[in-house]
Each structure stands twice: as C-alpha cells, then as structure tokens.
C-alpha cells in the first residue's frame, strides 16, 4: 500500500514537470520572431499577399482567400439557392464530358447489368430512369455531341471498366476516359490530362446523377474546373436524388439546359463578373500556389 502511495506521487511529479515544460515550450515559440503571435497579426493585420505567404505557407493563405471571397458573395448564392452566372468563359478552353453512358449504367432490361438489377428490386424506379433516357437524355446528348463538335470544342467520354459507350460513337481523336472510382478525378490523372488539352470549364452530362456524375462534378470543383451541368442531358434511378444534386451543383457549379447551351453559344451573357471562382481556380488566380 505504501509503495503504491510513493509510486502515484512520483506520476504526479513527473507529470506536473512534463505540463510546465510544455507550457515553456509554448511561451518561446509564440514570443519568437516569425511564431505564431507574427502569424496571427499577419491574417488579421496586413493585405500583403507576399507577406502572408511567406510567413503563413500557402495552405494557410488559400484558405484566407477563399474565405475572403466567400464572405463577400456566397450568402448571396445560399439565399437564392443558386450561382448567378459563371466568372468568365472561353470556348476553346471548354469541354464536354459525358460521364458512363454504358450499358451497366443505362440498359434497365438485362438483369446481368446494373440497371437491370435495380428492376428486380424497384420496377417503378427502373421504368421511369429509362423512360427518361430514351424521351430525354438520349436525344439531348446527341444533339450536345453534335453541337460541339461542330464547334470543335473537346468531347471526353468516361467508363467504368472497359465497356464501350452505348449509343454515341466517339470519334478518332476523342477521348474515352476509363476511371477507375465513381468520379472521374479519383485516384487518376485526369486533371492532368486537362491540363494537358488547356481546359478550365466542363460541361457535364450522363448518368447516374446523384453519383458518377455528381462525384465527377464536384472532384472538378474542387480542382478549380468551372463547371456546367446540363440538366436535361443528366438521370439518375431515383428522381429525389436527382433533385438533391441539382441544387448541390447549383451552388457550386451552374446549371444549364440544353436548349441554353446551343442558343446562347458562346455563352457570353452567362457571365457574371463578380461571380464566386471554383476554390482551386481562386487559390491558382491569386498567386497563393
């Protein structure tokens, strides 16, 4: 019992002495040139963005920035539930990208599919999502196909797996994109692909919504892609979700018909100059790489 007494005072000593030397720790750093008490009269005291890089690194100034631009008009976008227009836009620097228009994704009537799967389970569900495709999907993304490369501007198509596109032929010289996750930005390089084509907006369609499509729109968000989601040239199984991501996309992204997209070509009146920036592209703008 009393060596039990002695060894518990000496855990109280040892950690006692280990707190008051953090605490010492702690009082050097932040009192030190370039610590942490610098770094914060720099965030709240100074508009250089040299300055702020330097001593906070680029994460931090990113984040100081985004969130700057995003105080000025994202309540804006919340209150209306909507982007109002896009920052800028220049159609050699477009592309469309057609996300897994593929038989396990769109053929509802072969039960060795996907879609032909979820018949089993939700008939309903399965009759509408083709029902849609066929009156609605189909005959707007043929007409967007079209359309750009008329204007030849870049058309990418994205599979999983190694199927072929239902439907649409791609032509020599258009890209098949085969990912290897839901969104086409995951564990993959087709940023740098993009990259490589010079593009900065994408214009998005294809199936399902609420989660090829919807992951691919947001991983290009998040690497500061302008993007368009057009609409009716989208399906997913399940309206509601559909619905959900149309509203996701639209505060982040726009959304356009594609009615809109042909007429409004080059698509100048959809500009908003003080639009909010993707986070990427406000982060590589701002010289805060």
């Known amino acids: 019992m009393n060596w039990r007494f002695r060894s518990q005072k000496w855990q109280w000593a040892l950690l006692s002495l280990c707190c008051f030397a953090a605490a010492a720790c702690v009082m050097i750093v932040s009192t030190a040139p370039g610590g942490p008490a610098d770094a914060s009269e720099t965030v709240l005291g100074t508009t250089d963005r040299d300055a702020t890089r330097e001593q906070l ?8 920035g985004w969130t ?3 105080g000025r008009k994202w309540p804006l976008y919340v ?13 050699r620097r477009c592309a ?3 996300i897994d228009m593929q038989p396990m994704a769109v053929d509802t009537r072969n039960p060795k599919w996907l879609m032909g799967k979820v018949r089993e389970w939700a008939p309903e569900l399965a009759e509408a999502y083709e029902t849609r495709l066929n009156q609605i999907v189909w005959p707007n993304l043929e007409r967007l196909v079209e359309f ?4 030849e501007i870049p058309i990418i198509f994205t599979v999983l797996g190694d199927e072929t596109v239902a439907r649409i032929t791609p032509r020599k010289g258009e890209l098949v994109w085969q ?3 839901t969104g086409a930005f995951a564990v993959s390089d087709f940023d740098e ?3 490589a084509l010079g593009v900065d907006t994408l214009f998005i369609t294809g199936v399902g919504t609420s989660h090829c499509v919807g992951f691919s729109a947001l991983g290009a968000i998040d690497h500061g892609y302008q993007v368009i989601l057009v609409k009716d040239a989208t399906a997913d199984p399940r309206p509601d979700h559909y619905e959900a991501f149309m509203k996701i996309i639209g505060l982040f992204g726009f959304v356009q ?21 993707p986070p990427g592209r406000l982060m590589n703008d701002s010289g805060l790489d």
Do not use: C, N
């Open 57 to 64: 690194g680029p994460l931090s100034g990113r984040t100081m």
């Open 68 to 70: 700057q631009e995003m």
């Open 79 to 91: 209150a209306l539930g909507r982007r109002t227009g896009v920052g800028h836009i220049d159609p």
């Open 96 to 98: 469309l990208v057609v």
């Open 148 to 151: 750009f490369r008329t204007k």
């Open 179 to 181: 990912k290897p996750r």
């Open 193 to 195: 692909r993009l990259t």
């Open 257 to 277: 018909t594609t009615d809109l997209v042909i007429s409004d070509y080059p698509w100048e009146s959809w500009v908003d100059d003080d639009a909010l920036p």
